[in-house]
């Protein structure tokens, strides 16, 4: 059997990790994966090296500098370089390598502030970003935009997903800077394990927010990988190619946290600090597309926080300190 050499940028994230857990029950794959300390995405000769040595055929882009508010209200500098020159680096490479397939995962915050909602693909670039990611934001579209060029000016095959929040096994629960869910869930088992009579959630509790379970996400990137190139093509448009994965279910964040008290077994008040930013006000995509090609999400967010709660407690001992 001949085997594909699929390498996986961002194999130790969250996305990239769960990518890498299905293609490796795959026998006609072969995995490749370098961390940060064996290949600097940022560096143009490094990434210029590995692809000209390694004969890939296959790129998932997952590599990415990520944050929730926080971290991307304080550190927007690197949110919009390291992005930049990560996709950069390996969409160039790639192409210049002569890898023809290539998927490129970006995010749901490259829609306008106040997009109509559920969010369409056609919703890109009708409006303001929201400020608390705009960087992040702008080194998404522009990852879009790479591939639509290479595809145009070239004739490569690469393809773009938009995930909504992701969550699930091996994310970042830093109390600073991860994104709401790990944040919360470890705020709500800490308070629980101190016996805390409350817990505090940034905002209002009333932005309304979709939620999909990672390995969901990963499933929707193979299955779009794999789609045949006339169907793919077919379904987009040259310079609007880009595809949502999300469940097409939202939920308020005072709805997400309650049910966060449930899994964690939290039994205090919640308590809402409106003095914090809430963010976009409503974020819901709308995955028509991807369901006329073929996927739907499996997991629950109740089911999809049970399963994280229980990898986190496997794990709490790395979170500590």
Request: net charge negative.
């Amino acid at each position: 059997m001949i085997q594909k050499r699929i390498y996986v940028a961002g194999h130790r994230g969250m996305v990239g990790s769960a990518i890498c857990r299905i293609l490796a029950s795959r026998d006609d794959v072969e995995l490749v994966v370098r961390s940060h300390a064996e290949l600097d995405l940022t560096s143009q000769q490094a990434v210029r090296d590995f692809f000209a040595e390694e004969k890939i055929d296959q790129v998932y882009l997952a590599a990415a500098k990520v944050g929730g508010i926080h971290a991307n209200n304080t550190y927007p500098a690197e949110f919009i370089y390291q992005n930049l020159m990560i996709e950069s680096n390996i969409i160039h490479f790639a192409h210049k390598a002569n890898i023809q397939k290539l998927l490129f995962l970006g995010s749901s915050c490259i829609y306008p502030k106040h997009a109509s909602q559920p969010m369409q693909e056609s919703s890109l670039l009708t409006g303001t970003l929201e400020s608390t990611n705009e960087p992040y934001a702008i080194a998404k579209i522009a990852g879009i935009k790479l591939c639509e060029s290479y595809n145009r000016q070239y004739g490569r095959d690469y393809r773009s997903v938009m995930p909504t929040n992701l969550y699930g096994i091996n994310d970042n629960f830093h109390p600073e800077n991860s994104h709401v869910i790990p944040a919360l869930m470890r705020r709500f088992h800490e308070a629980k394990e101190a016996g805390d009579s409350e817990v505090v959630v940034w905002g209002t509790g009333n932005p309304m927010r979709e939620f999909l379970y990672v390995d969901d996400m990963a499933a929707a990137s193979v299955h779009v990988m794999e789609l045949e190139r006339k169907i793919y093509q077919d379904n987009t448009q040259p310079m609007l190619s880009h595809i949502n994965v999300g469940t097409g279910v939202d939920c308020t964040i005072r709805e997400m946290a309650e049910t966060m008290a449930q899994v964690t077994g939290f039994e205090g008040r919640i308590v809402f600090d409106a003095e914090k930013p809430d963010g976009t006000p409503r974020k819901l995509m709308d995955v028509s597309r991807l369901e006329k090609l073929g996927w739907k999400y499996r997991y629950s967010l109740h089911k999809g926080l049970e399963l994280t709660y229980k990898w986190y407690l496997a794990n709490i001992d790395t979170f500590r300190g």
